[in-house]
């Protein structure tokens, strides 16, 4: 079965944050299971791509409404993400260091989807499917059945993920003109609320649709910035599969980012030597508990919160814990967790940047990891820290209540808490320290969560059923 995942980032090649992960993991998981699965991105002069050898296979160009653009299709040469990665380079459009926040960024992933459905249109290409991961790779769907251009594709089945409903990627129809020789009277499967809405005409185009988690897909119902109707209407098109881990990348057993290594079946002294490593390096002490945030510094993740929470909790508990932040995001939430720093020296401490071997580290060597969101698609934060041995203390929502049951409940292991609010937070957290003083209940919700399976085994075995049920059977 040959499959083609389309999306804006891919790790190691370009990570901004959760989507990276999923598209660096699931085709080498599926390409393990006997799949054809290949990567096809847009070219981006970064680290992973200087450094790797990549192959033209393909050249030509294309029409974005009235400019062409040349393009070129580049395959890296040693297959070392364990699946075949494509970049499609057009220089002055898809040649940028960043993923995001580019004043053209409609023009960018237009041209982005254009020169994917070019290149196989032209070069005879079948697949089986095609799997788009959100409003970046949205407008395939649409484009396959409803342009002229692409009519002998028209056949091929379409997957689109949601990882992230509350980003649209929506235009004005002023640049209809972008997409080719389009069907106009069924152009209003473009459109929502007066504008062309990438990620709804996905979800009413695509053969199937797919969220991060169960609960997400409840939850879109309710919360998706404006498509609140639309997943209504099409509730029955839609599954939630709660995304895997990669248990290679992501293992203390064998993690090179990490202090010292450790296994479920010997957490200490490897655990605790993470921790001193991380307490050394932040001027905070080992032996108290050690609460972290990870994670984009903007509301959706609740970490406007923080700052008071913060505050809050070191001021009621006398100092008992030590509280670390990483992250980088909203301007005004870095400048006030950076205030924190004069007032709580030697119990908080915060990195405001993006350092993805410090967080390896972190959550490898902290007691609790903090997640307060209010809105969680999956979250992949909560299943590295149950990897690396360390608690979720998580708000009830999203893939958090998919994935991490209460300690007090039966076979329980996290901590969960209601609301997105200070109080919420405070009282979660007040009841991580009591929880760190009972050291042999500590030391066996370890065990019992580095013993979980969230690996990607479990998981991409649902989305390959999910192809099976959408290819024609002869
Ligand atoms: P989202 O994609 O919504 O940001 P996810 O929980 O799905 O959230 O994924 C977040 C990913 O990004 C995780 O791999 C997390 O470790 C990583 N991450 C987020 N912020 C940072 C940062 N400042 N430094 C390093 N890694 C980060």
């Known amino acids: 079965m040959r499959v083609y995942h389309l999306g804006a980032e891919c790790y190691p090649v370009a990570k901004v944050g959760g989507l990276a992960d999923v598209v660096g993991a699931l085709p080498k998981y599926q390409c393990q299971a006997g799949l054809q699965a290949a990567v096809v991105l847009p070219y981006y002069n970064r680290q992973f791509v200087r450094e790797h050898q990549f192959d033209v296979v393909f050249v030509a160009s294309t029409l974005l409404g009235h400019r062409r653009f040349d393009f070129e299709i580049l395959k890296e040469r040693d297959n070392a993400l364990?699946?075949?990665?494509?970049?499609?380079?057009?220089?002055?459009?898809?040649?940028?260091?960043?993923?995001?926040?580019?004043?053209?960024?409609?023009?960018?992933?237009?041209?982005?989807?254009?020169?994917?459905?070019?290149?196989?249109?032209?070069?005879?290409?079948?697949?089986?499917?095609?799997?788009?991961?959100?409003?970046?790779?949205?407008?395939?769907?649409?484009?396959?059945?409803?342009?002229?251009?692409?009519?002998?594709?028209?056949?091929?089945?379409?997957?689109?993920?949601?990882?992230?409903?509350?980003?649209?990627?929506?235009?004005?129809?002023?640049?209809?003109?972008?997409?080719?020789?389009?069907?106009?009277?069924?152009?209003?499967?473009?459109?929502?609320?007066?504008?062309?809405?990438?990620?709804?005409?996905?979800?009413?185009?695509?053969?199937?649709?797919?969220?991060?988690?169960?609960?997400?897909?409840?939850?879109?119902?309710?919360?998706?910035?404006?498509?609140?109707?639309?997943?209504?209407?099409?509730?029955?098109?839609?599954?939630?599969?709660?995304?895997?881990?990669?248990?290679?990348?992501?293992?203390?057993?064998?993690?090179?980012?990490?202090?010292?290594?450790?296994?479920?079946?010997?957490?200490?002294?490897?655990?605790?030597?993470?921790?001193?490593?991380?307490?050394?390096?932040?001027?905070?002490?080992?032996?108290?508990?050690?609460?972290?945030?990870?994670?984009?510094?903007?509301?959706?993740?609740?970490?406007?919160?923080?700052?008071?929470?913060?505050?809050?909790?070191?001021?009621?508990?006398?100092?008992?814990?030590?509280?670390?932040?990483?992250?980088?995001?909203?301007?005004?939430?870095?400048d006030e967790l950076r205030h924190l720093l004069d007032a709580h020296p030697n119990v908080y401490n915060a990195y405001l940047g993006y350092d993805e071997k410090l967080s390896h580290l972190i959550y490898s060597g902290s007691d609790f990891l903090l997640m307060p969101s209010r809105v969680e698609p999956c979250g992949l934060n909560q299943l590295y820290a149950l990897r690396y041995g360390t608690v979720p203390i998580v708000r009830s929502t999203g893939g958090l209540k998919d994935s991490v049951i209460d300690f007090e409940q039966p076979d329980g292991y996290g901590i969960r808490f209601e609301e997105a609010s200070v109080d919420d937070i405070c009282v979660a957290v007040k009841r991580a320290v009591e929880l760190y003083q009972n050291t042999a209940q500590l030391e066996l919700l370890r065990k019992r969560m580095m013993g979980l399976d969230f690996s990607w085994d479990q998981s991409a075995g649902q989305y390959i059923q999910l192809y099976q049920s959408l290819i024609p059977k002869l």
């Open 82 to 334: 364990g699946f075949e990665l494509y970049l499609i380079r057009a220089p002055g459009l898809l040649d940028r260091e960043n993923v995001y926040s580019y004043p053209d960024e409609t023009e960018q992933f237009i041209a982005y989807q254009l020169a994917f459905l070019d290149w196989i249109n032209w070069s005879q290409q079948t697949p089986d499917i095609i799997h788009c991961h959100d409003h970046h790779a949205g407008l395939i769907p649409f484009l396959l059945y409803h342009s002229v251009i692409y009519k002998r594709l028209k056949h091929v089945p379409t997957v689109f993920t949601i990882h992230n409903g509350q980003y649209h990627g929506a235009f004005g129809w002023d640049k209809v003109g972008y997409l080719p020789e389009i069907d106009m009277t069924v152009g209003g499967l473009l459109d929502w609320n007066g504008g062309i809405n990438p990620l709804a005409a996905a979800v009413k185009c695509c053969s199937k649709f797919t969220t991060v988690s169960p609960s997400y897909l409840e939850e879109l119902k309710v919360q998706s910035n404006g498509l609140e109707h639309l997943f209504e209407m099409e509730e029955g098109r839609g599954v939630g599969v709660l995304n895997g881990i990669d248990s290679q990348v992501w293992d203390p057993a064998n993690d090179a980012m990490i202090a010292a290594k450790f296994s479920a079946k010997k957490i200490d002294p490897g655990k605790a030597q993470n921790k001193l490593a991380l307490c050394e390096r932040f001027g905070l002490s080992p032996d108290k508990p050690l609460i972290s945030f990870i994670g984009r510094l903007v509301t959706e993740k609740g970490a406007d919160l923080l700052p008071e929470a913060v505050s809050r909790s070191l001021n009621e508990l006398g100092d008992q814990l030590n509280i670390l932040v990483l992250g980088t995001g909203d301007i005004y939430i870095q």
